[in-house]
């Protein structure tokens, strides 16, 4: 059987900022070795990224080249996932009788893979829920890629009126006829390039195409602006996902490199910040918007830094019991789900936004139902309120039994007294973790009396070291939920809070599956950036490097992000606790998201907040003894080399 064909190596640039995509590798049968060949004639140019983690280490294994993982769309919808291609309504009917994802389509850029908004309704209401929000934007310049039929593209236009509407679609022929109507309005266009195509999109961002925007180029000192005069949206839901290299999805490589390129100001944002409306696979939004202190990973914490917010606008919602069940370990326990969402909810009403019927999240339905419940929800504080799936059956059979359905000593008697004792378990391990939380923040307490006066100094530092103890006596798991409630409670508590999703301007819209063709739930973000801190901006050859040396920091100490600080940042490069520690403030003053306890007491890397990996940078170039980028770029590379095959993940940085 011959291995499919790429048909398009989609690719964008990463900039000054390059990514492991930036490197070519090469072997052929005469070598027998690896030729890498560097852009800008800079050898560590190409290790910034994921190029250590991706292409060295397989090359290095396999000693072949790479090709994009493409799977069959024939072969995805056989069987029980057959059903994603029953239509729904005219657009989606219209669809499948015109072959969108027939396999016998052929061309030089037929998209077998799209799955294409086909709902009027949704878009009416997303355009309605956060139209306010785009008015800053009306008259604009609208860049368009992959619209597809052009529902989501009507919709943008209707409501910005842009002076000019440029849709980008490799697979002209088949969607021509869709986009008509929007073809025949002033100022729109339809151009047969790829957006994700680095010299397709290169064509497109030029005076040419784009007349009314000028590139800026900003001195260190200064202080990049947004740029309202132009919106980019992007429809990049796939099915099934198109894996590349060692990323997971081809959607993921992309939303990668738009990150990327915020704060080198490359790809548009080299016209100012520009500001982001993608369409990604429902499962896919995580990695940007996680929920949990332990889905935030390298890519999420650069979001973080990188705007002012990443926002769920719309998206599925999690209520199958299978799915709950899977993900029981990446959810929080309710208490935090329930302040989370009444932060949100004020901030709706201060904002004006309102959830359209039909379109609300289980989890503001559930905090609804619990504020019935609990009208005084400071009743519930240093409690935990967790989610156990085996309730519902313990509660059915205790009603059974009520009823007189079985007896003692049957098999289902016997089930329940199991449930009884694994509730009871369950409780304890529970209140164990509020005890341990509880006296961590006492201790917390103690340190901010204690002032400069040594001898309280010294008697907090014993409890914290007593509290430490304690923890590491627990068993293992017991100990881990510990530590993930106390990072949890951390990253919510802030101001503002860690995670993109805790800081939401607005809960999103519920999304059905039949809104989409291929019936593929799919999640529109809407990203806005940011001017990150000035050493994050400065990049590349003939710069202090210190942009380049946070991605490599960033890499290190997201590597494994439930251990300390210090210990991270010694592994990083030996020394480098002593030399950037003291001078990091934050990470002991709880007022800026830090903590005085140290060792497991302290805030993992994990929990750290912007500010603080902004912190770290400055301090590490400030470090008269760090090394050289080149020094700390071979001491990577040497890491790689001693990974003894380790195999790529892809999880796109590091393990929390």
Same mark, same amino acid.
């Given at each position: 059987?011959?291995?499919?064909?790429?048909?398009?190596?989609?690719?964008?640039?990463?900039?000054?900022?390059?990514?492991?995509?930036?490197?070519?590798?090469?072997?052929?049968?005469?070598?027998?070795?690896?030729?890498?060949?560097?852009?800008?004639?800079?050898?560590?140019?190409?290790?910034?990224?994921?190029?250590?983690?991706?292409?060295?280490?397989?090359?290095?294994?396999?000693?072949?080249?790479?090709?994009?993982?493409?799977?069959? #769309?024939?072969?995805? &919808?056989?069987?029980? =996932?057959?059903?994603? !291609?029953?239509?729904? /309504?005219?657009?989606?009917?219209?669809? +499948?009788?015109?072959?969108?994802?027939?396999?016998?389509?052929?061309?030089?850029?037929?998209?077998?893979?799209?799955?294409?908004?086909?709902?009027?309704?949704?878009?009416?209401?997303?355009?309605?829920?956060?139209?306010?929000?785009?008015?800053?934007?009306?008259?604009?310049?609208?860049?368009?890629?992959?619209?597809?039929?052009?529902?989501?593209?009507?919709?943008?236009?209707?409501?910005?009126?842009?002076?000019?509407?440029?849709?980008?679609?490799?697979?002209?022929?088949?969607?021509?006829?869709?986009?008509?109507?929007?073809?025949?309005?002033?100022?729109?266009?339809?151009?047969?390039?790829?957006?994700?195509?680095?010299?397709?999109?290169?064509?497109?961002?030029?005076?040419?195409?784009?007349?009314?925007?000028?590139?800026?180029?900003? #001195?260190?000192?200064? &202080?990049?602006?947004? =740029?309202?005069?132009? !919106?980019?949206?992007? /429809?990049?839901?796939?099915?099934?996902? +198109?894996?590349?290299?060692?990323?997971?999805?081809?959607?993921?490589?992309?939303?990668?490199?738009?990150?990327?390129?915020?704060?080198?100001?490359?790809?548009?944002?080299?016209?100012?910040?520009?500001?982001?409306?993608?369409?990604?696979?429902?499962?896919?939004?995580?990695?940007?918007?996680?929920?949990?202190?332990?889905?935030?990973?390298?890519?999420?914490?650069?979001?973080?830094?990188?705007?002012?917010?990443?926002?769920?606008?719309?998206?599925?919602?999690?209520?199958?019991?299978?799915?709950?069940?899977?993900?029981?370990?990446?959810?929080?326990?309710?208490?935090?789900?329930?302040?989370?969402?009444?932060?949100?909810?004020?901030?709706?009403?201060?904002?004006?936004?309102?959830?359209?019927?039909?379109?609300?999240?289980?989890?503001?339905?559930?905090?609804?139902?619990?504020?019935?419940?609990?009208?005084?929800?400071?009743?519930?504080?240093?409690?935990?309120?967790?989610? +156990?799936?085996?309730?519902?059956?313990?509660?059915?059979?205790?009603?059974?039994?009520?009823?007189?359905?079985?007896?003692?000593?049957?098999?289902?008697?016997?089930?329940?007294?199991?449930?009884?004792?694994?509730?009871?378990?369950?409780?304890?391990?529970?209140?164990?973790?509020?005890?341990?939380?509880?006296?961590?923040?006492?201790?917390?307490?103690?340190?901010?009396?204690?002032?400069?006066?040594?001898?309280?100094?010294?008697?907090?530092?014993?409890?914290?070291?007593?509290?430490?103890?304690?923890?590491?006596?627990?068993?293992?798991?017991?100990?881990?939920?510990?530590?993930?409630?106390?990072?949890?409670?951390?990253?919510?508590?802030?101001?503002?809070?860690?995670?993109?999703?805790?800081?939401?301007?607005?809960?999103?819209?519920?999304?059905?599956?039949?809104?989409?063709?291929?019936?593929?739930?799919?999640?529109?973000?809407?990203?806005?950036?940011?001017?990150?801190?000035?050493?994050?901006?400065?990049?590349?050859?003939?710069?202090?490097?210190?942009?380049?040396?946070?991605?490599?920091?960033?890499?290190?100490?997201?590597?494994?992000?439930?251990?300390?600080?210090?210990?991270?940042?010694?592994?990083?490069?030996?020394?480098?606790?002593?030399?950037?520690?003291?001078?990091?403030?934050?990470?002991?003053?709880?007022?800026?998201?830090?903590?005085?306890?140290?060792?497991?007491?302290?805030?993992?890397?994990?929990?750290?907040?912007?500010?603080?990996?902004?912190?770290?940078?400055?301090?590490?170039?400030?470090?008269?003894?760090?090394?050289?980028?080149?020094?700390?770029?071979?001491?990577?590379?040497?890491?790689?080399?001693?990974?003894?095959?380790?195999?790529?993940?892809?999880?796109?940085?590091?393990?929390?």
């Amino acid at each position: 059987m011959q291995s499919p064909k790429p048909r398009h190596m989609h690719l964008l640039p990463g900039s000054t900022r390059v990514n492991f995509l930036a490197v070519t590798a090469s072997v052929t049968s005469s070598s027998p070795g690896l030729r890498l060949q560097f852009p800008h004639d800079d050898p560590m140019f190409a290790s910034r990224g994921h190029a250590r983690t991706t292409l060295f280490s397989r090359a290095r294994r396999r000693l072949n080249p790479q090709l994009p993982t493409i799977f069959s #769309a024939t072969a995805a &919808t056989t069987g029980k =996932n057959a059903a994603v !291609l029953e239509p729904q /309504n005219d657009i989606a009917r219209k669809l +499948r009788k015109d072959g969108s994802w027939a396999a016998a389509r052929k061309g030089a850029n037929i998209d077998n893979y799209r799955v294409n908004v086909v709902s009027d309704k949704l878009c009416d209401d997303i355009v309605d829920y956060i139209g306010p929000t785009l008015a800053r934007h009306k008259g604009c310049d609208l860049l368009d890629v992959f619209p597809g039929v052009g529902i989501w593209s009507t919709k943008l236009n209707n409501l910005l009126q842009p002076r000019s509407h440029i849709m980008l679609e490799p697979d002209t022929d088949f969607y021509r006829p869709y986009l008509e109507p929007l073809l025949a309005r002033p100022g729109t266009r339809l151009l047969p390039q790829s957006g994700i195509i680095w010299e397709q999109l290169t064509t497109v961002l030029n005076p040419a195409e784009l007349p009314h925007q000028v590139e800026r180029k900003y #001195a260190a000192h200064e &202080t990049p602006q947004r =740029n309202d005069t132009l !919106l980019v949206t992007m /429809n990049l839901s796939m099915f099934p996902k +198109r894996k590349f290299r060692a990323f997971d999805s081809l959607s993921q490589l992309v939303v990668f490199q738009l990150l990327s390129s915020i704060r080198p100001g490359s790809l548009f944002q080299k016209y100012g910040l520009v500001r982001m409306l993608l369409w990604l696979p429902e499962h896919e939004k995580g990695v940007l918007v996680p929920r949990t202190i332990q889905g935030r990973k390298k890519i999420a914490i650069e979001s973080e830094i990188s705007t002012d917010w990443v926002s769920e606008v719309a998206g599925g919602d999690p209520i199958d019991p299978e799915m709950v069940r899977s993900a029981y370990w990446f959810r929080r326990d309710q208490v935090l789900e329930h302040e989370s969402t009444q932060a949100v909810l004020k901030r709706m009403r201060k904002g004006r936004f309102a959830l359209p019927p039909g379109r609300e999240p289980k989890h503001v339905l559930d905090y609804l139902e619990y504020l019935k419940a609990n009208p005084d929800p400071s009743a519930t504080d240093g409690k935990r309120i967790v989610e +156990r799936p085996f309730i519902a059956e313990m509660e059915k059979l205790e009603a059974d039994f009520a009823a007189g359905l079985f007896e003692k000593g049957s098999e289902q008697y016997k089930r329940l007294k199991t449930l009884h004792y694994l509730r009871d378990y369950k409780e304890r391990r529970s209140n164990t973790v509020v005890e341990m939380i509880q006296k961590r923040d006492a201790i917390t307490r103690v340190y901010a009396r204690a002032g400069k006066n040594p001898e309280r100094l010294a008697r907090a530092a014993a409890l914290g070291q007593a509290w430490i103890d304690e923890v590491n006596g627990f068993e293992k798991t017991l100990r881990s939920s510990i530590l993930l409630q106390r990072d949890n409670i951390h990253a919510l508590r802030q101001d503002p809070p860690v995670l993109n999703w805790d800081r939401r301007p607005y809960e999103p819209l519920v999304v059905r599956s039949d809104e989409f063709y291929p019936r593929v739930p799919t999640a529109l973000l809407d990203i806005q950036p940011k001017a990150v801190a000035p050493v994050l901006r400065d990049m590349g050859p003939g710069s202090g490097r210190g942009g380049d040396m946070f991605d490599l920091i960033l890499r290190g100490l997201t590597h494994r992000g439930t251990e300390p600080v210090p210990k991270l940042l010694n592994h990083i490069y030996p020394g480098a606790d002593e030399g950037v520690t003291p001078n990091c403030p934050s990470l002991a003053n709880p007022a800026l998201g830090g903590s005085p306890l140290e060792g497991i007491g302290g805030v993992p890397t994990r929990a750290l907040n912007q500010r603080q990996f902004v912190e770290i940078t400055e301090a590490w170039m400030k470090w008269p003894f760090k090394p050289s980028y080149a020094e700390l770029v071979s001491k990577s590379l040497d890491e790689v080399a001693d990974a003894d095959g380790e195999e790529v993940t892809g999880n796109l940085g590091g393990d929390f």
